[in-house]
């Protein structure tokens, strides 16, 4: 008992270690989840799956794979598919029953194996897995389109592929003479009906349910895990893998229902898939014995070179021929497609069917499958980025800030960020407070940016940071709380926020970080303005350094951010480090001509309410408001 706590320790830890690296390394972590599971099986032996779960093993791995495969349907928002639609169909109507066919053929002619193992096989290779792609689109910064045509992909695929392979093992088992043909076409017929139709009842019962209030709010994930592990079970009873359709149509259904719940219940969806990931990737990767491995030979390679360079390519170029899909797009989609858990899960299932009824060579398709995901990962891993670069696919677009609140103030400060070539949207329900905006060509966002339509125009990946700059502190605390999980706590920031006691009263997960060091209201800033403060632009250099710069600085100027060469945005309030030579330096301040009058009138004033006193000379007055916001002079 305590062996099998400690290795299921470890695999947790392993796998969000791994998931840790490739962040600060940016790696793909599946690659490195890969080899921890390598160094946890095969290497060393401190795993084996199938010994240490026994019976369990395998359904929680099934499990798992529905879980995973529910979360991926329940990011496919049917608006981000209408530019790609065409193109996704014909992948999945042409593609992949051309790559069953030739890779069927490649695993006999060439890969040695018999038509039975070639066969189910192929069938199974037609998958593009979501646990592979997704953190890869992630990591790669695609465009929209190339973004949302792999992502479709890869989840609707992936429970197609897998029923690929559940009617290929049955018309092997009609051949054989152990099932019948009549009953193999309506087992496919039902299957396949009770699949679709089981995933959009189970949604629609979900809705009905949450909406009409009959699942209190801490039970609804709970209630939503137990349903999808359920209709999965109850559709795998029927026909074997197709309760993989059923979830992923079920998450489809869900994602465009509106329900109040679904973004809580998507983040913990999110969460869950990720442990979930790590661990089966090291548990499947640790179930392959050495002697799977030594198995593989030059006709195992040549199968692998075959799949990728000719006939996933041939496949998808000509099923998206008149699709609208760019040349450009169908030369990535045609390259990339990384195979995942759901292949290695099905092989496994199906290697041990085809064994049980004779065929000897049925082990084999564990190895060739792992030899497949192990590639893919690793070339479609490291070759993403670079490939959507070449083909200007990729986004490059600088660290952007999304303004939320349109006032005399923030439409000052989205100016100077456009001056500065930083990416800038203005977002307000008044369209009058948007109009100078709009007359200095910012793009501006009009309507409610808590909206779910404001979540499908503004993709929240095109900024780096939010700024809450409204004149309701509540209304800017709720922006940032909703941003808060898209951007990352860290880059939400709001005015305002003076009231301490106030602002403790409320949880520490509500609203973002203030804007400034020092809280200034909005009330304070518009007086500011009027009063003649402006926003500055100023470029350290060697010689005119952060120390200068502050000690120039008019009295109770205002410093917001700096901007670093490669355009990556640092603000003050939640920087750990100093501005450097290069950077430029945005503040809100009083002129410098004006900050001199105002400081010689106070000096003025001083002397005369103070007998005996000596006037400062103007020279002396005037180095107080000494540098420069057009780039640093020299000293």
Not at 45 to 55: H, N, R
Not at 298 to 312: D, E, G, N, S, T
Request: proline share 4%; net charge neutral; glycine share 8%.
């Amino acid at each position: 008992m305590d062996d099998i706590v400690l290795k299921l320790a470890v695999i947790g830890a392993a796998g969000i270690g791994a998931q840790w690296l490739a962040w600060k390394l940016h790696l793909p972590a599946i690659v490195l989840l890969l080899a921890a599971g390598f160094v946890a099986g095969p290497a060393t032996g401190f795993l084996d799956p199938a010994a240490d779960f026994g019976s369990v093993y395998r359904p929680m791995v099934s499990i798992a794979v529905a879980i995973i495969l529910f979360e991926g349907g329940l990011t496919l928002n049917l608006s981000e598919i209408r530019e790609t639609s065409k193109a996704v169909r014909r992948i999945i109507m042409y593609a992949g029953p051309m790559t069953w066919a030739m890779a069927a053929f490649a695993a006999h002619h060439v890969g040695g194996l018999s038509w039975p193992t070639a066969i189910v096989l192929g069938a199974i290779l037609v998958v593009t897995g979501p646990t592979v792609i997704i953190p890869l689109l992630r990591q790669a910064q695609l465009d929209a389109r190339p973004a949302s045509l792999l992502r479709w992909e890869a989840i609707v695929n992936d429970p197609i592929g897998a029923l690929f392979a559940v009617v290929a093992f049955e018309a092997i088992m009609v051949y054989i003479g152990l099932h019948q043909a009549e009953n193999l076409v309506l087992l496919i017929v039902l299957g396949f009906a009770l699949a679709i139709g089981g995933g959009w009842v189970g949604a629609k019962l979900i809705v009905w349910s949450f909406v009409r209030g009959h699942v209190p709010e801490y039970l609804k994930a709970p209630v939503l895990l137990a349903t999808v592990v359920a209709v999965y079970a109850g559709t795998n009873m029927v026909l074997e893998e197709a309760g993989l359709l059923t979830v992923t149509v079920m998450g489809l259904v869900l994602a465009n229902s509106r329900i109040a719940s679904l973004t809580d219940m998507r983040r913990f969806k999110e969460t869950i898939t990720t442990l979930l990931v790590s661990g089966i990737f090291i548990i499947l990767t640790a179930s392959l014995s050495l002697e799977d491995i030594r198995s593989l030979d030059w006709q195992a390679a040549m199968f692998v070179a075959l799949l990728l360079f000719i006939i996933r390519p041939v496949a998808i170029m000509l099923a998206t021929i008149g699709s609208g899909a760019t040349i450009q797009e169908r030369i990535l989609t045609s390259w990339i497609g990384p195979r995942g858990v759901v292949a290695v899960a099905v092989s496994g299932l199906f290697g041990t069917l085809l064994a049980d009824v004779g065929v000897q060579d049925a082990g084999r398709m564990v190895a060739f499958t792992f030899a497949v995901v192990v590639t893919t990962i690793v070339l479609h891993g490291f070759t993403l980025a670079p490939l959507a670069r070449f083909l200007k696919l990729k986004k490059t677009a600088k660290p952007g800030i999304l303004i939320v609140g349109g006032s005399r103030w923030s439409t000052a400060l989205a100016k100077k960020l456009h001056e500065a070539e930083v990416p800038v949207m203005l977002a307000d329900q008044n369209w009058n407070h948007l109009a100078e905006a709009r007359l200095a060509s910012i793009p501006v966002y009009f309507g409610e940016v808590l909206s779910e339509s404001a979540h499908h125009a503004i993709d929240p990946k095109s900024f780096s940071s939010l700024i809450a700059a409204g004149d309701n502190d509540a209304y800017n605390a709720l922006v940032c709380t909703d941003f808060g999980p898209e951007l990352g706590r860290s880059h939400v920031f709001q005015i305002g926020r003076i009231d301490e006691k106030a602002r403790k009263a409320l949880n520490f997960t509500l609203g973002g970080r203030s804007l400034t060091r020092e809280p200034v209201s909005f009330c304070d800033l518009r007086e500011k303005l009027l009063d003649g403060w402006t926003f500055q632009l100023t470029r350290l250099t060697d010689e005119y350094g952060w120390t200068a710069y502050k000690e120039a600085r008019p009295e109770g100027a205002l410093i917001l951010l700096w901007i670093k060469p490669s355009g990556a945005l640092m603000f003050a309030a939640a920087a750990s480090t100093t501005p450097g030579p290069n950077d430029r330096i945005l503040s809100f301040a009083m002129p410098k001509d004006e900050a001199r009058a105002e400081a010689a009138s106070k000096t003025a004033r001083k002397a005369e309410l103070t007998p005996g006193a000596k006037t400062a000379p103007d020279d002396k007055i005037a180095a107080a408001g000494a540098g420069t916001d057009e780039g640093s002079k020299k000293k």
